[in-house]
T-cell receptor
Framework: KAGVTQTPRYLIKTRGQQVTLSCSPI?????VSWYQQTPGQGLQFLFE???????NKGNFPGRFSGRQFSNSRSEMNVSTLELGDSALYLC?????????????FGPGTRLLVL | AQSVTQLGSHVSVSEGALVLLRCNYS??????LFWYVQYPNQGLQLLLK??????LVKGINGFEAEFKKSETSFHLTKPSAHMSDAAEYFC?????????????FGPGTSLSVIP
């Protein structure tokens, strides 16, 4: 079955703009998590959605938001972009989001903020 | 609080040599432990995980790891390195019955394989 897909794969924006990233989980998976990966901070958890509800949130400012649709597809939005938002944004899906479960990661969206 | 340490941000081995990537963790409760691999311009792929039971865990691509509670370690090994093993490797820890906001990733170890 198809893996986790993320669109777009690459994105260039300027400071102050906003951006929306999309993630389609593996069919049947209801949990989608988002991570930010940077050379300096490593992999950091952004938030997790399950059945259209945000279940958990990491330590990121309110400029970072997300949502999940009834088909489990998820979007994350970053408003008022800053240079430090340049990163690889990864999404991962799992069946129900338990910490013992295997998360399946997408290839990521690489965002560059100029 | 949980934390993960990976000794060595970069490791080089010769093709055919033993691969040993070190991971130490701290956790106040029994942990779940994971190793992920990331190839350039790709997402993370699970290599193996320890939840409960046998402490020696076998994963994909010939990798294995052993959970040693007394040493709070979960080192990743492979008997013979292959060129295709060159990638970034991440150790991660989570606590039992929690959700993904409690998953902590280590800083990663970049593995180079020399022909």
């Amino acid at each position: 079955k198809a893996g986790v897909t993320q669109t777009p794969r690459y994105l260039i924006k300027t400071r102050g703009q906003q951006v929306t990233l999309s993630c389609s989980p593996i069919s049947g998976h209801r949990s989608v998590s988002w991570y930010q990966q940077t050379p300096g901070q490593g992999l950091q958890f952004l938030f997790e959605y399950f059945s259209e509800t945000q279940r958990n949130k990491g330590n990121f400012p309110g400029r970072f938001s997300g949502r999940q649709f009834s088909n489990s597809r998820s979007e994350m939005n970053v408003s008022t972009l800053e240079l430090g938002d340049s990163a690889l944004y990864l999404c991962a899906s799992s069946s129900s989001g338990g910490s013992e479960e295997t998360q399946y990661f997408g290839p990521g969206t690489r965002l560059l903020v100029l | 609080a949980q934390s993960v340490t990976q000794l060595g941000s970069h490791v080089s081995v010769s093709e055919g040599a033993l691969v040993l990537l070190r991971c130490n963790y701290s956790s106040s409760v029994p942990p779940y432990l994971f190793w992920y691999v990331q190839y350039p311009n790709q997402g993370l792929q699970l290599l193996l995980k320890y939840t409960t039971g046998a402490t020696l865990v076998k994963g994909i691509n010939g990798f294995e790891a052993e959970f040693k509670k007394s040493e709070t370690s979960f080192h990743l090994t492979k008997p013979s390195a292959h060129m295709s093993d060159a990638a970034e490797y991440f150790c991660a820890v989570s606590e039992m019955k929690t959700s993904y906001d409690k998953v902590i990733f280590g800083p990663g170890t970049s593995l180079s394989v020399i022909p």
